[in-house]
């Protein structure tokens, strides 16, 4: 890769500078996403009809915490906990609770963030509980993981953040789902959110340009319903507005001179549900 770190405007996006990473970064980079993509691993087995999300997130600190690492989202704006986990109608943000216990039929997502040596490894996936799961909500499943890898394609030098949306929402709206509009993907490495702003909708050529060195999140939220959300009373719970189903998957990638790093591959083949071990 060049070494080239002249940061890019993010026009039209947050309008701060996007940074430009080198070699070294990229390799601290793989580390912290294959931390966070093993967390996800390691409680693979524990996602199961009884148990609680509040069990299965202290089960992520400790696990972190063994391999070095640091959950980034504890005392995060506040946050209190070490993941996310978004149960069905819930787009995102979900606070893990001893008080909600998973049930069959459930579709829930996992997400985790690792900081390790100084950098950030994001990443999320789907899980479905027992064999009640609804038709619908495992077809949500598993065109909002297509969607994510049709964004994740389309990373390449010069394709823009425009192709990338695009992509995403072609193909939820194929399947008449839809889009969540008010969260996005982000820039990462060195802190959490940083630029550029990823949209997982878009035109095609609009938006940034990408460029070799650039990390950022592709995390799609699809809803079954309409796209419109709400924030619940304790500031972080997002729901959709019609109680349809939610589902979304993460991968933190870096843009290469001929394409793209997906730096938090499971380790275990668990990238894709259903999961070979739970
Ligand atoms: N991991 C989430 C993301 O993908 C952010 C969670 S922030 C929290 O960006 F505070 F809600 F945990
Ligand atoms: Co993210
Ligand atoms: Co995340």
């Known amino acids: 890769m060049k070494d080239e770190?002249?940061?890019?405007?993010?026009?039209?996006?947050?309008?701060?500078?996007?940074?430009?990473?080198?070699?070294?970064?990229?390799?601290?980079?793989?580390?912290?996403?294959?931390l966070a993509a093993m967390t996800l691993d390691h409680v693979t087995p524990l996602v199961r009809a009884g148990v609680s999300t509040g069990e299965l997130d202290r089960s992520i600190e400790a696990f972190m915490r063994e391999h070095g690492g640091v959950p980034a989202t504890l005392g995060y704006r506040g946050y209190t906990k070490s993941s996310c986990i978004s149960v069905n109608h819930v787009v995102n943000h979900g606070i893990p609770s001893d008080d909600k216990k998973l049930a069959d039929g459930d579709i829930l997502n996992i997400d985790v963030t690792v900081i390790l040596a100084g950098f950030y490894g994001d990443t999320s996936?789907?899980?479905a509980i027992g064999e009640r799961v609804p038709v619908k909500g495992q077809r949500l499943i598993d065109v909002t993981f297509d969607a994510m890898w049709a964004g994740?394609?389309?990373?390449?030098?010069?394709?823009?953040l425009g192709d990338v949306g695009?992509?995403?929402?072609?193909?939820?709206?194929?399947?008449?789902?839809?889009?969540v509009r008010d969260f996005v993907g982000h820039g990462i490495?060195?802190?959490?959110?940083?630029?550029?702003?990823?949209?997982?909708?878009?035109?095609?050529?609009?938006?940034?340009?990408?460029?070799?060195?650039?990390?950022?999140?592709?995390?799609?939220?699809?809803?079954?319903?309409?796209h419109e959300v709400k924030i619940l009373k304790d500031?972080?719970?997002?729901?959709?507005?019609?109680?349809?189903?939610?589902?979304?998957?993460?991968?933190?990638?870096?843009?290469?001179?001929?394409?793209c790093e997906v730096f938090t591959h499971s380790p275990m083949g668990f990238d894709r549900p259903p999961y070979a071990s739970a």
Do not use: C
């Open 125 to 127: 996936r789907m899980f």
């Open 166 to 179: 695009h992509a995403i929402q072609t193909v939820a709206e194929a399947a008449r789902f839809s889009v």
């Open 189 to 226: 490495g060195r802190v959490f959110h940083d630029a550029p702003e990823v949209r997982h909708y878009g035109r095609p050529g609009e938006g940034l340009v990408l460029a070799p060195g650039m990390l950022f999140t592709i995390e799609p939220m699809i809803n079954a319903g309409r």
């Open 152 to 160: 994740i394609d389309a990373v390449r030098p010069g394709a823009t």
């Open 5 to 34: 770190r002249t940061p890019h405007l993010d026009k039209g996006g947050t309008g701060r500078l996007v940074p430009i990473h080198g070699a070294d970064d990229f390799a601290r980079m793989r580390a912290a996403g294959q």
């Open 235 to 259: 500031g972080w719970t997002t729901v959709t507005r019609d109680r349809s189903l939610s589902a979304q998957f993460e991968h933190t990638v870096g843009v290469t001179d001929d394409g």
